[in-house]
């Protein structure tokens, strides 16, 4: 044989020898036989969070749409504010098809669930549609479950079966103001001297919705003496004005809530009314059971009746925790009774429940506050009850902030993670979309929701994003778009997987939330996270870049030999302490973890 012949064979084994090598090394074996080396479970630190607006979800009960008299459809023929009919059947139906455990979700936050007012008001600068509560933010009684959301034993199984998945729950609250006074609750609790029926008060056209204000007394301090009385400032007839202090303004009007009172007031003449009527056992189903002896005068301040009808429903259904709504116009103080008090209803929840899967939890109750354009500081909030604040500034107020700049990705992965996670008992709460602000970009959802899911700190998905739901409706209320209905039968399968793939890592992997970031290279972005507790870690490798083959520096990561998984391909491949070389797909994305093999059962 010849030399150019032995060449030519030695190169050939050469050749053969590296792909049997490969096929070695890379599999694709099923995920449900490995686990990651070192799962630390559940940490607020690293948590999915998804955000719910009830209503506009999915309707489960088609019977309960229209509670109150509520209409789905405005008499001018819009649909932009009122109630869809989502409701919690719905929400455990999604729950049962395992929609939110496959999305890597660990917490659900939900819009109010309780009482709120029941008609209308004019919406939009224009009232140019028929504006309801139907996103929670318009109280008008704690103690009782919103119909058009279910009964009370709809909403427990929903919870039950959030917690038998690890999913936590928190319930949207707010103590800074009551509802807007309705003409339908003027008719059925008889106040503001209403002269006409809501349904005789519907525009025609040429008309607007706040024509219903013509039919109101405005002027007579005797027609508001049924309503919430010394309760709240108003700019109404013999009700305490409104103030300019952060704490005593009316936002938007909203009847402000005297939290400041330390006195006991009485009942609020709305509630005397209401209660009154619902006396009989028809009303029960939506009663909180443990709000039940709470509906009488217990001689206690405003401020403490609404802390002990919150408390309820932890102490009824174990909820998690709760988003604060406008944390900074209520007296700091008030936010630690809550906390308290929360924490003491969640430990008679467990002690009465241990047969429950919420009562294996052992986090203490968790508050999630909303201070408007709050960024990454850790200031007196988190000393004084709150456990994580929302942070504006990813999205940025205008649509500037970093989420909308891929580019600047590894700085601001650098900074995130050394202002988070190198403070003590510090985090924050960042998303992409918000029902108060915008929605990300549409067609820009999965480069937006791959730096929003490997983001230190928690983070949030608003319902929708990860499926592109589409901006709705929102006549002369920018926002009200941002609140459209769940896009079901128009879903981005191919956007949703991509979710999914990076929720699930990131569920599984603390150090996502929780681990120091390091950058081992910018272009192609190569960055790792670890995160330690004792002698055990948890370190991740990420890779951003082109499709293709490429190095990875796992030797400076995983020091041991063993087995690493792309959980973005599936791929799995062992490695012995060195860098390895892997196969990235058509998304520039790999997610590689260290796993080890599923035991086999005798």
């Given at each position: ?119 209308y008001i004019g919406g939009g600068s224009r009232g140019d549609f028929a504006h309801y ?430 087995m690493l998984r792309d959980a973005y391909s599936g791929k799995i491949y062992e490695y ?27």
């Amino acid at each position: 044989m010849n030399r150019q012949k032995r060449v030519a064979l030695m190169m050939g084994l050469i050749i053969l020898g590296m792909i049997l090598l490969i096929s070695c090394r890379v599999s694709e074996s099923p995920a449900e036989q490995y686990i990651v080396q070192e799962d630390f479970g559940f940490s607020y630190e690293n948590a999915t969070v998804y955000f719910i607006m009830t209503d506009r979800y999915l309707d489960g009960d088609p019977t309960n749409n229209n509670s109150y008299g509520r209409a789905g459809e405005d008499a001018l023929g819009t649909s932009i504010a009122t109630f869809h009919g989502g409701d919690f059947v719905g929400l455990t139906e999604k729950l049962e098809e395992g929609y939110f455990s496959e999305l890597g979700v660990n917490v659900l936050w939900v819009s109010a669930p309780y009482e709120q007012i029941h008609g209308y008001i004019g919406g939009g600068s224009r009232g140019d549609f028929a504006h309801y509560g139907f996103h929670g933010y318009y109280a008008l009684d704690w103690t009782m479950m919103d119909r058009n959301f279910g009964t009370v034993e709809e909403f427990r199984k929903f919870v039950n079966t959030a917690h038998e998945q690890g999913i936590r729950v928190f319930l949207d609250v707010v103590m800074n103001h009551v509802g807007y006074p309705t003409l339908r609750d003027m008719v059925d609790f008889g106040f503001g001297g209403a002269t006409i029926s809501p349904e005789e008060a519907k525009p025609s056209e040429g008309e607007n919705f706040h024509k219903w204000t013509e039919f109101v007394d405005w002027e007579s301090k005797e027609a508001w003496g049924n309503w919430w009385g010394d309760w709240v400032r108003a700019d109404l007839p013999g009700y305490h004005p409104p103030g300019e202090t952060v704490y005593t303004q009316t936002l938007y009007g909203l009847p402000d809530i005297r939290t400041e009172v330390e006195e006991d007031l009485g009942l609020p003449p709305i509630l005397i009314k209401k209660w009154e009527q619902e006396e009989s056992p028809e009303y029960d189903p939506w009663i909180v059971p443990s709000a039940k002896e709470l509906r009488k005068d217990l001689g206690l301040s405003p401020a403490e009746y609404i802390i002990e009808w919150l408390a309820a429903w932890v102490e009824e259904f174990g909820i998690n925790g709760f988003r604060i709504d406008t944390a900074k116009h209520v007296e700091i103080q008030r936010w630690e009774e809550l906390k308290e008090r929360t924490n003491e209803a969640l430990r008679i929840f467990r002690e009465s429940h241990p047969e429950l899967a919420g009562a294996k939890f052992e986090e203490d109750f968790f508050f999630l506050g909303e201070v408007w354009g709050h960024g990454l500081n850790r200031n007196y909030y988190y000393d004084r009850g709150f456990d994580a604040l929302i942070n504006f500034t990813f999205q940025g107020e205008r649509r500037d902030g970093p989420a909308y700049f891929p580019e600047r990705m590894p700085r601001i992965f650098e900074n995130y993670s050394q202002a988070i996670n190198g403070v003590e008992d510090f985090t924050t709460l960042s998303y992409l979309s918000q029902h108060d602000t915008s929605l990300y970009p549409r067609e820009r959802l999965e480069e937006g929701g791959t730096y929003l899911m490997l983001l230190p700190g928690m983070v949030k998905i608003f319902y929708g994003d990860e499926t592109a739901r589409e901006v709705g409706a929102g006549g002369s209320d920018a926002t009200m778009g941002t609140r459209s209905p769940m896009n079901w039968e128009t879903m981005d399968e191919e956007l949703l997987q991509h979710f999914q793939k990076l929720g699930q890592f990131r569920k599984r992997n603390i150090s996502i939330g929780a681990g120091s970031h390091y950058t081992h290279n910018g272009d192609p972005f190569i960055f790792s996270r670890s995160y330690q507790k004792g002698d055990r870690e948890n370190s991740v490798i990420v890779y951003i870049g082109d499709p293709g083959n490429a190095i990875l520096p796992t030797g400076e990561v995983f020091q041991e030999e063993g087995m690493l998984r792309d959980a973005y391909s599936g791929k799995i491949y062992e490695y012995n302490g060195e860098n390895i070389e892997i196969e990235v797909g058509d998304k520039g994305i790999a997610l590689m973890e260290a796993i080890m093999k599923l035991e086999e059962e005798e």
